[in-house]
């Protein structure tokens, strides 16, 4: 009935299938993490339900079936939401919220029902006929999140087809060897599911960095890499696999002699997460010196981490607001938005809680606000432009922020700034937002600190003026490296010409810097380069105030400041800002770092 297939692991065929020769398959880099584990791979479509003709009689007894497999997948959807809440959250368990509407769509039953009394079909035939007409329809949109609901529809088709049948929908053995998942994609509630099956690691055909399987796989630590090209295609069930989650790195089948150093380097990575968050607190953001540089957390999603790195003392340098959006079928109100600000700012009163306003592209808004399509996103209609272009969301995010910042030390940074215009703009409409907060008496911090992020080229060219407007800078590497190379940092093709360490991006990085020092205000690198701690006693030797980069990185980074002495990190940054080779950059920072820091690192 339903074609869902997992293929069973087989350790005797491990070293066979080894001999055909290694796959390094490379796709985005969505969740985090090392791992390595047995392919599994996982097919999710409908199959051919075989269409049985009924008589009239049996119309009843048909709807009846669809009613209580409707009523049993609903009690299944809430099992899962409840279980999500404890997991990963309240924010991120409404995703299911989708699903849930799907079953409860009324005029989408009543069709199903009107096909079995028309055509006189079997309740499973007339469901799947009206499932892939939806589909069908639906696969048509450039709309990232109209798509994204063929996989809700997929997801929900899947459980009622099951338990039409009465076959247990999710129920899955536990293997005891770990598993990464090959799929075209995976839907949230597999996400969940699966994990209990000992899935360690995700690797899909579709998929964007932002979609909810891989919200879902961020928010349970479990690494993923979307957007690999064919995968299925290459992979076989029970092959051994490394995935690298931060490179989007996939290796099938590697050699025996790899598999051992990977399986060893994901032994290493799972003894400092476990220590992580242990006494980062107690680590200086001082180098020998005594030169402070403060070490923040980059967070997207509300999950159980949050408060420990409150305990630790560990402010939050980025926190993107997309998924609120992304979430859900439009822009979240004033008070849902509300709550979620004001939760993250009570929870780390009183250090520091820097939110970012949506910086959503292109290619992720709901039909309402999509025009025709973009033939490149990341240069058209996205973050502070958006913002600006439709006032009402803009102004709504703008009054949720300044009421949550009553609760503790809020910061509000503005995306993608690219002139002197916008800047003016969005502190015209920050002031109007404040005045009306005014009149209807509701508090807020009136010395609110304003920053912005310094990503595009333009922006670092007039950094020195746009310093007078704004309390902080903020820069984005990922982007500024993007659009510094023209290099699109999605596209694979192009990968190898994406290089953070390309002399024209560090010399964008040290003027950005030298801008905001100059006006007296502070900045802060939030992009991936602020992770990579190979780059870390020259960012420090540039001047850099702050670090903020995920929770997975603060300890290694907190530990490298620390042994660090300022002034001889000048002159190490000054060394390379000489250098015109990206690659000489590269093979200089990492002999560095393996010289001063990785034996320090490992004897502790």
């Known amino acids: 009935m339903l074609s869902r297939k997992f293929l069973p692991a087989s350790l005797e065929k491990i070293e066979l299938r080894q001999k055909s020769g290694t796959i390094v398959l490379r796709g985005i880099g969505a969740s985090p993490g090392l791992i390595c584990g047995l392919a599994l791979i996982h097919y999710e479509r409908l199959g051919q339900v075989t269409a049985q003709r009924i008589q009239s009689k049996q119309i009843s007894s048909e709807t009846a079936r669809l009613n209580k497999a409707i009523s049993k997948s609903k009690k299944g959807i809430e099992e899962l939401r409840r279980e999500a809440r404890k997991s990963v959250g309240a924010d991120l368990s409404k995703i299911f919220d989708a699903q849930m509407m799907i079953l409860e769509d009324e005029e989408f039953i009543s069709r199903i029902k009107q096909s079995i009394t028309a055509n006189l079909y079997n309740v499973e035939y007339a469901f799947q006929q009206e499932v892939s007409k939806t589909i069908r329809a639906l696969s048509k949109s450039r709309d990232v999140y109209i798509r994204e609901m063929v996989s809700d529809i997929n997801s929900v088709a899947a459980r009622l087809l099951h338990n039409l049948s009465g076959i ?13 998942g090959f799929a075209s994609i995976f839907s949230p509630d597999e996400i969940m599911n699966m994990r209990k099956s000992n899935i360690v690691g995700f690797v899909t055909e579709n998929g964007g960095p932002t979609s909810h399987m891989v919200l879902i796989a961020k928010a349970l630590g479990i690494p993923a890499v979307v957007g690999v090209k064919d ?15 931060s490179a989007g790195e996939v290796v099938i089948a590697p050699e025996p002699e790899e598999w051992e150093a990977f399986r060893k380097r994901v032994a290493a990575e799972k003894r400092k997460d476990r220590r992580r968050f242990a006494a980062i607190g107690k680590l200086p953001s001082r180098t020998l010196d005594g030169h402070d540089v403060e070490v923040l957390a980059n967070l997207e999603i509300p999950t159980s981490f949050d408060q420990k790195l409150a305990d630790e003392g560990i402010g939050v340098g980025l926190y993107r607001t997309e998924f609120l959006y992304l979430k859900s079928s439009d822009f979240p109100d004033e008070e849902e938005q509300f709550e979620v600000y004001s939760n993250i700012v009570k929870q780390f009163n009183p250090l520091p ?24 996103p990341a240069l058209g209609w996205r973050s502070i432009r958006f913002s600006l272009d439709v006032p009402k969301v803009f102004r709504t995010q703008l009054r949720a922020m300044l009421r949550a910042s009553a609760f503790g030390n809020v910061r509000i940074m503005f995306p993608m700034i690219c002139c002197l215009d916008q800047i003016v703009r969005v502190k015209r409409t920050f002031a109007s937002v404040k005045r009306n907060l005014r009149r209807d008496r509701i508090p807020f911090n009136d010395n609110i600190p304003l920053g912005i992020m310094v990503e595009i080229p333009s922006a670092v060219m007039i950094a020195h003026r746009l310093a007078l407007e704004v309390d902080f800078f903020s820069i984005g590497t ?17 990968a190898r010409w994406y290089r953070q360490f390309h002399p024209a991006v560090l010399h964008f990085i040290e003027r950005t810097i030298k801008a905001g020092h100059e006006s007296s205000i502070p900045t802060n690198i939030c992009g991936e380069l602020a992770g990579d701690a190979r780059a ?12 903020s980069t995920s929770p997975r990185s603060l300890h290694a980074i907190k530990e490298i400041i620390s042994q660090i002495n300022y002034r001889e990190a000048k002159e190490f940054a000054n060394e390379i800002l000489h250098m015109y080779s990206a690659m000489d950059i590269e093979k200089l920072l990492t002999d560095d770092y393996n010289r001063h820091f990785v034996r320090p690192v490992k004897g502790r």
């Open 231 to 245: 995968c299925l295609d290459n992979v076989k069930a029970a092959q051994r696999i490394t995935l690298d989650g």
């Open 478 to 494: 990922n982007d500024l490296t993007q659009y510094t190379l023209a290099v699109d940092r999605g596209n694979a093709k192009v």
């Open 536 to 547: 870390t006693r020259l960012l420090v030797g540039l001047g850099v105030d702050s670090l």
């Open 353 to 376: 809680v820097t939110l970012r306003t949506f910086d959503l592209g292109g290619d992720k808004f709901t039909e309402h606000f999509k025009n025709e399509g973009e033939a490149n």
């Open 168 to 180: 247990d929908h999710g129920s899955q053995h536990r293997s005891k060897t770990p598993l990464i």
